[in-house]
């Protein structure tokens, strides 16, 4: 830095999943646990609704311990409605590619299925319904949505300012991580273009606070080596950009029975704090520096990206 300063380095981790679609409380208190002695605060992204009428806000023992989480220094933001069926829109082509190759084929059934529900007016109704568990579960509105699987249309953001919310993280700057979960260990996939890895308008008024990528789901121990060699290298790049790493990851992986997932992690964060001192941080805190202006956010303009919204092309 030419004012001999360091820049400061925001690392936030993310965990998606818990509440409707992994209701188990224990795996949701071994995750907060980790990160807590990980000295990472993480953001939890709860699903409202789920299987067998389970509902955020009539769980009581589940949220004594989300809020022994928040207590920790963790805290819980929305992940979608119900984590169901193209619930904001079709999902993004490489999460479609999990399911096999051939994303176009897998966008038309999507279409044939959802497709008439992907509608603005639908999605407030959805969203207002989720809010409102939420409100009632913790006493408190979410600030950032991030949808299941990252369902989406672009009429999803002008139904998020609808309902007067500000932040979305739903995009993926690296979806690389996503071929590695494939076995794709040879792909060019690389950075998307459209998805700087830092705070920006996504819309004249919705923010977005994209995701790097996901490094440590369905892990052998073949695969750490791999995985964290992808996730160090993202590390590097990210802080070289002056960016934000938005680490995501899911409850049911860190939260397994193996410890794969949590040794791609840890190794990642011992990096993290030793050798770039990160800044560890929550989404509530990261919202923070950026209202409090420390954190400058990226002015909207036109971005074509290919880690989010999925047309065909
Ligand atoms: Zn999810």
Request: proline content about 5%; charged content about 30%.
């Amino acid at each position: 830095m030419t004012d001999g300063s360091e820049a400061k380095r925001r690392f936030v981790v993310t965990v998606d999943d818990p509440g409707g679609l992994i209701q188990e409380i224990s795996t949701l208190q071994l995750v907060a646990d980790f990160f807590g002695e990980e000295g990472a605060p993480a953001s939890f992204f709860v699903i409202p609704r789920g299987e067998g009428g389970w509902q955020l806000d009539r769980q009581e023992e589940w949220l004594a311990a989300a809020q022994k989480a928040e207590q920790q220094g963790h805290d819980c933001q929305l992940h979608g409605l119900d984590h169901w069926r193209y619930e904001f829109g079709p999902y993004p082509a490489f999460i479609f590619a999990m399911g096999g190759e051939d994303t176009g084929e897998r966008l038309r059934l999507a279409r044939e299925e959802s497709g008439h529900l992907w509608r603005r007016d639908l999605y407030v109704e959805k969203l207002e319904t989720a809010i409102g568990i939420f409100e009632n579960a913790f006493g408190r509105r979410p600030q950032v949505l991030r949808t299941g699987a990252l369902s989406q249309t672009p009429e999803l953001y002008d139904a998020v300012a609808d309902v007067g919310m500000r932040y979305v993280s739903n995009m993926i700057v690296n979806p690389r991580g996503w071929e590695y979960i494939g076995d794709r260990y040879e792909t060019d996939v690389d950075w998307d273009a459209g998805v700087p890895p830092r705070p920006y308008y996504l819309t004249e008024d919705v923010i977005n606070l994209p995701m790097i990528s996901e490094y440590a789901w369905k892990m052998t121990p073949e695969k750490i080596e791999p995985h964290l060699d992808l996730a160090l290298d993202d590390l590097r790049r990210v802080y070289e950009a002056d960016g934000v790493f938005v680490l995501v990851c899911h409850v049911q992986e860190v939260g397994a029975d193996h410890p794969y997932s949590r040794e791609v992690l840890h190794r990642l964060l011992e990096v993290a704090r030793e050798q770039y001192e990160v800044t560890f941080m929550n989404m509530r805190e990261l919202i923070a520096e950026i209202e409090s202006g420390e954190l400058p956010v990226l002015e909207y303009e036109p971005r074509i990206t290919e880690g989010g919204y999925y047309d065909g092309d």
